[in-house]
């Protein structure tokens, strides 16, 4: 089948394209990008005043199959995520069975043969059953072919053994994904400490618990000379300790994700729940320091931490309610009304971020619109606006910080592996 | 008696209200308090109406408190005693809500040891919600019945210095007491260790100190809290007796205090702990004044939300189509 993308504005910072262009698409490939391509039998699109990307490389997505499948499966996970022009999701280990060993891994597999509406990509988990006792076998579960490890939702305690993940990970040439926190410190909390954790009256995690997480990470990481990535940053002193480790040669990369950009704890007032998210939403000077940290290029990927919780799960008090929001269906649009449209990226810059670093990072070969490539691709229009309705939102789970708000950036069609997957408002 | 300057149905905290709506309930509950004196201490201002006493946390003084209220303006009560590990297992907050409107109860009076729960709660159930103390947020109540009682002693709250001396991190009561006294214009210090002054304590419009003596030298009024030594194991707690030496409210620091200062306590007390038994039942001491008090502002606090949602239901059933 060939398809031809007509007069978009082409944005691939893997070729420092930036131009109208038309796109032709032969046998799920990127066949060509050049000016007035001609019209042989292929279906056309007219991308006038749209703009052409590669499809969104989500590196945080809790897709919760198997086990909770109340919450969200790989099929609505999958759905979502084209909606918002992500076109490949890293599935995080956190599921019941946790994804410690090739046969969990067989069974997400199989639910992705069978029912995965974009490319899923696998984390596994660094320790059983996520418990930070013992090591997974790094070496077979990249032969499973997992592209990551982490117990995301919980740090690994053990130094020795946390070491010992990162230097085999090294030897099976496969990243560890921190999730930065030291429970010690954040027990028991629900919100940032501070200003409105206090007048709510409401156990604030302190900010110590990432960023002396984030700094153990990176000096194991070295001593080990291995490399991290740090997940969904949300302090300011992650960001300068980064920065710091970038500036001396540690192999460390980082994401953040949209709320930690667009929200302040100030959003927790009124006790809503879809506010509440681990690492907690921090002060407006942290938020400042995530948007320096993302033009600066310290922070190098946005991921969505799409963590979908049931309304039994979030329509509670304050205090039991489960940490986390979606994102799959905003990120785009959060990206681009509150970073492009606010010039702190360039589109080129966001693309980046939401594209071609992931890619880097994951070492999968995505995220860029040369020819030869996949052909996943989002055309988007940039300036139209929309408003996040909770009856509108694909995934099962309904738990968005951002219902209510007016974004701008519609994703007008996405593209995998060549098909038009969705065309806006219809899956197909 | 109508008082169309309140429109609200629920009371959830002192935050939000206005010094104009703060002065209504105290004006309202200077009304109330004759009736207590009176030889049938009744009135049928909420004479067919349901208040349901949801307690979440035991605490049997408010629950008695807000039931001799509800009582005295004849409204109808049930008391009901959530056990928190039953919640856990099954029926949320919200179906405990909706499953007591569904009773055509009128009012909910609610204690929930989570921040927040009544504003949750509040948003999902349309009777009226009173707050009667959540997690360590606030209690508009007792602030209410200890502003109450300052202002009948004193005469007044503006220009006052009121202290509060206690665990001001997890205390809801000093929340609503420097909200509702800052806004009538009391100038409002707290006193604990550090260790109890919680982060970002700046929100506050109060000032902090650590020293005892110095807080009690301009004070017109010290407000004692109740100390919690077993609170969710935190260590390095100061002892007992080390608090005592510090922090305790005794017959020598009042003596060097101003002399007509007035000693409050939210209770039940910790004698020999907080506060010293002969402060406590001493010529300052105002602690059972607050007691009565605590009725005559809760029957205010009761009419005044039922009004409101009387009046907020009578408009809306005037908008409906009538054919
Ligand atoms: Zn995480
Ligand atoms: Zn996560």
Redesign the pocket.
């Known amino acids: 089948m060939r398809l031809l993308i007509k007069n978009g504005r082409v944005i691939d910072p893997a070729s420092k394209t930036d131009e109208i262009l038309d796109v032709l698409i032969d046998n799920s490939r990127i066949a060509n990008i050049s000016k007035d391509i001609k019209n042989g039998s292929s279906q056309i699109i007219d991308a006038t005043g749209k703009i052409i990307i590669p499809g969104i490389v989500d590196m945080?997505v809790?897709l919760r199959e198997p086990g909770r499948e109340d919450k969200e499966t790989v099929l609505t996970g999958t759905l979502a995520a084209l909606k918002g022009g992500v076109t490949s999701v890293l599935a995080?280990a956190?599921t019941n069975p946790a994804m410690d060993c090739p046969e969990s891994l067989d069974i997400l597999k199989q639910i992705i043969k069978k029912s995965a509406k974009c490319n899923v990509y696998i984390c596994a988990a660094i320790t059983k059953k996520r418990q930070g006792r013992e090591l997974v076998n790094i070496a077979r579960l990249k032969k499973s072919g997992a592209v990551a490890l982490s117990d995301?939702?919980v740090s690994v305690d053990e130094k020795v053994l946390f070491s010992k993940a990162v230097k085999k990970a090294k030897q099976s040439g496969i990243l560890i994904i921190c999730?930065c926190e030291d429970l010690r410190l954040s027990g028991g909390g629900v919100m940032n400490l501070g200003a409105v954790s206090t007048r709510l009256g409401l156990k604030g995690i302190p900010r110590e618990s990432e960023y002396k997480r984030v700094e153990r990470d990176i000096i194991l990481a070295k001593e080990t000379l291995g490399s991290v990535h740090i997940?969904?940053v949300s302090c300011k002193e992650s960001v300068d300790i980064i920065a710091q480790a970038k500036k001396k040669g540690a192999k460390v990369t980082a994401e953040t994700a949209p709320h930690y950009f667009t929200l302040t704890e100030e959003a927790v007032s009124g006790y809503n729940t879809n506010m509440k998210m681990n690492p907690p939403l921090r002060t407006q000077a942290d938020r400042q320091a995530i948007i320096e940290g993302l033009k600066s290029g310290v922070i190098d990927a946005i991921a969505s931490?799409h963590?979908p919780h049931t309304v039994n799960e979030k329509d509670v008090e304050f205090d039991r309610a489960e940490f986390?929001t979606i994102g799959l269906e905003t990120s785009l649009s959060l990206g681009i009304t509150e970073l492009v449209d606010k010039n702190i990226l360039t589109w080129p810059e966001l693309v980046k971020k939401f594209c071609l670093n992931p890619s880097k990072i994951l070492k999968i070969d995505k995220g860029t619109l040369r020819a030869g490539a996949d052909a996943d691709i989002a055309i988007v229009s940039a300036d139209k606006e929309w408003t996040v309705d909770k009856k509108a939102l694909i995934s099962k789970s309904k738990n968005s910080s951002f219902l209510g708000r007016k974004l701008k950036g519609i994703v007008e069609y996405t593209i995998c592996r060549g098909e038009i997957v969705y065309k806006y408002g219809i899956h197909r | 008696m109508t008082n169309t300057a309140w429109t609200r149905k629920d009371l959830l905290g002192l935050e939000d209200l206005s010094r104009e709506e703060i002065e209504l309930i105290l004006a309202t509950a200077e009304t109330f308090k004759e009736v207590s004196t009176r030889e049938i201490k009744k009135v049928p201002a909420l004479r067919g109406k349901t208040v349901v006493n949801l307690f979440f946390e035991p605490s049997t003084r408010t629950r008695v408190s807000f039931e001799v209220a509800a009582k005295r303006l004849s409204a109808d009560v049930i008391n009901i005693a959530v056990e928190t590990s039953s919640v856990k297992k099954g029926e949320t907050l919200i179906d405990t809500g909706t499953n007591i409107q569904a009773l055509k109860a009128d009012i909910i009076v609610m204690r929930h040891n989570c921040s927040g729960a009544a504003q949750v709660f509040a948003q999902h159930v349309d009777l009226s919600v009173v707050n009667a103390g959540d997690g360590w947020h606030e209690h508009p109540t007792q602030a209410l019945l200890d502003i109450f009682t300052l202002k009948e002693k004193l005469g007044k709250i503006e220009g006052l210095n009121v202290t509060i001396v206690g665990d001001i991190a997890h205390s809801r009561v000093a929340r609503s007491n420097i909200w509702g006294l800052s806004k009538l214009g009391a100038k409002v210090t707290v006193c604990a260790p550090k260790m109890l002054i919680p982060a970002g304590f700046e929100v506050f419009p109060a000032q902090v100190t650590h020293n005892l003596d110095e807080a009690l030298a301009k004070a017109d009024a010290v407000n004692v809290l109740r100390m919690q030594f077993e609170r969710d194991g935190q260590t390095a707690f100061p002892e007992q007796m080390e608090y005592f030496r510090n922090f305790g409210i005794t017959e020598e620091r009042i003596a060097k205090a101003k002399k007509n200062i007035l000693v409050m306590h939210p209770g039940p007390l910790n004698r020999g702990i907080e506060i010293s038994s002969e402060v406590a039942d001493g010529q300052n001491s105002v602690i059972l004044e607050q007691v009565t008090n605590g009725i005559a502002v809760r029957m205010a606090v009761l009419f005044l939300v039922a009004q409101a949602r009387d009046r907020k239901n009578a408009i809306a059933n005037k908008k409906r189509p009538r054919n």
């Open positions: 945080h809790h995080m956190n995301d939702g999730h997940a969904h931490d963590a986390g």
